[in-house]
């Protein structure tokens, strides 16, 4: 038997082993890396030096930061609630729909998801500037009479996220709501129930699986997209994202931004634990 | 029997694209009838159904619920409610919630939502299962809290979709004389779904055979089984002998012969049989007999093949000329002519049913040349 057992974690460890000696180098590896930087200070050059301080973790509750979290969680708040606004009514008609088209409807969302988005926010960018696509319509049409420059707002970043973003959102919606059973409507109209009777009653609460999970999906890597909100929102809609890129890159301080990180991935861990919680599934974030 | 219509399904239609789902459908069903739409795979009961429901729209034709007509109705707006063949329960309500369902949207007062709801799910004996979950059902007991859900709203005629199809066939048993006895103690009216010809035939006052789309036959389990109409309603309901053939001989007062393949039989005279009419034969393996004499009538003959016993039936097989096959039963105890012997298949003419042949390409074709 003690034989047996022995063999058996033999072969389980086999199995597993690559898989977690992948995990250990690409995954546990960096986040210790970064998780001793956010210890470490610096030497006069700005180069990190090992020496146990906190206070990285100290400065990351200095009034004009605590301004961007603010920030940062208004905006991923507004894109969660808009893609949830946009994405439920186009998902449920995509999973609903018996329409020959149903597949190109579906594509219409993947397809953006296989092409770079940075590339497609530049587009966006040409699209309202001043000189952009937008104001010269507008401009040719005499709607306007001087060129309107929509860049560098709050909402045009909430609208760059969006974008991004409507993908993750509508994916789970759109698994949630095809799995409804089609008889469970019939059977709500069939008991006198209306169309919105039954939405509330019948079809929100059995796709809301969808709309926690989607809501994960975007509100957390809305933090930290930080490219979205450098182009569209050009410095004035900072958010977490901007201010860990900027440590690395400009103000070369790599220990904040390694404490901005760490505090970054224990919000995430957080959510998803409350997601966890209310029973989410955890299949439905792909992860 | 109470012969007031309560619905009333006249020159119905329905299309699916090209596809002719349900063609000229004329159906009233009785106030308080058990009646059953039975037939094959894919004959078009459900879609029936479901547009007495309101689920779908006839394409052309017309239904009148309680003397009036539904057209444009919401299934929210006709008193009928409907169990559906996968239940339907919905699966994030308790079970008292589930069957509260109705009583809640049409704002019936708390108390009597309580009431209502303990009352019926008594009926269904299922006192006691109010918090539990659907998941937490057996499948019978899905059955019986779909049963209650659509009963609590008081409807004029439930309609059911097989309901009892997911259940194996002892809990089925159960369910049929179960759902019987409830549609007598409620005395409410029943339209009922199956293509199980012996579910039909205990449950329902009334039978309406449907075939490809078309209602064949509507009668009582009696009559479909005894006098046919049709040649698949004949095939469709129990065992029979078919024999195809054409009316050689008309005689109204004493006999009709009727020429087959194999030899001439005889059959009762009737009324609306012509001389050179394509007929169909039916005749159950109970009614037929076997002879080792030619009978006066009759000049089929045959080879008993086989015997196989069936508890106290013997079901005997004989190999016609043509190597056809037909079928007579003896109880245990008879006795019987061997294997290998040469016998001579007849029967009393009273006990046979003669059917029109409209659907035999020949006549089709003679018919189309307008020479009969
Ligand atoms: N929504 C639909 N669209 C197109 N065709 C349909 C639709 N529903 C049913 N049909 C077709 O209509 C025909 C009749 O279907 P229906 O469901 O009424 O059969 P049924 O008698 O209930 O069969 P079963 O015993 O298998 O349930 C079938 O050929 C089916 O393919
Ligand atoms: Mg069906």
Known sequence: ???????????????????????????????????????????????????????????????????????????????????????????????????????????????????????????????????????????????????????YTTPMT????????????????????????????????????????????????????????????????????????????GGNADMIGNLIERQFQSANNWPLGAALSIMLILITIVLVRAYQRMGGDMDALGV | MNEKIIVDVSHVDKYYGDNHVVSDMNLKVREGEFLTLLGSSGCGKTTTLRMIAGFEDPTSGEICIEGNPVAGKAPFERNVNTVFQSYALFPHMTIFDNVAYGLRIAKVPKADIATRVSDILELVQLEGFERRYPAQLSGGQKQRVAIARALVMHPTVLLLDEPLGALDLKLRKQMQLELKRLQRKLGITFVYVTHDQEEAMTMSDRIAVMHDGVLDQLGTPEEIYERPQTKFVATFIGETNIFEGCVNEVDTTKRISVGLENGNVTVAPQEGFRFGEFVTISVRPEKLRVSLEPREGFSLYGVVRDYIYVGSVIKCNVVLPNSNEVRFERLAGDELPKPGEVVFPYWEPDDCVLIHNRDNELYTALESIRLV
């Open chain 1, 158 to 233: 909430v609208f760059g996220m969006v974008y991004c973003l409507f993908p993750y959102m509508v994916l789970p919606l759109y698994s949630a709501i095809e799995k409804l059973d089609g008889s469970l409507i019939e059977a709500s109209a069939d008991l006198g129930a209306r169309r919105s009777e039954t939405f509330l009653r019948v079809i929100l609460p059995l796709t809301s699986s969808g709309i926690f999970s989607g809501s994960i999906m975007v509100f957390i890597p809305c933090l930290g997209y930080f490219f979205v909100s450098d182009i569209l929102g």
């Open chain 1, 1 to 151: 038997m003690g034989k047996r057992l022995r063999g058996e974690t033999l072969a389980a460890f086999t199995m597993v082993a690559p898989a977690a000696l992948w995990l250990f180098v690409f995954v546990a590896v960096p986040l210790i890396y970064v998780l001793g930087l956010s210890f470490c200070g610096q030497d006069e050059f700005g180069n990190a030096v090992f020496e146990f301080t906190t206070k990285n973790y100290a400065n990351l509750l200095n009034a004009d930061y605590l301004q961007i979290y603010l920030r940062s969680v208004l905006i991923a708040g507004a894109t969660t609630a808009l893609c949830v606004a946009v994405g439920y009514p186009f998902a449920y008609i995509i999973a609903r729909t018996s329409s020959r088209h149903k597949s190109v409807f579906y594509m219409l969302v993947i397809i953006p998801f296989w092409t770079n988005s940075l590339v497609r926010v530049y587009g966006w960018k040409t699209f309202f500037s001043g000189t952009g696509w937008l104001s010269s319509v507008l401009m040719g049409l005499g709607l306007i009479d001087a060129p309107i420059d929509l860049l």
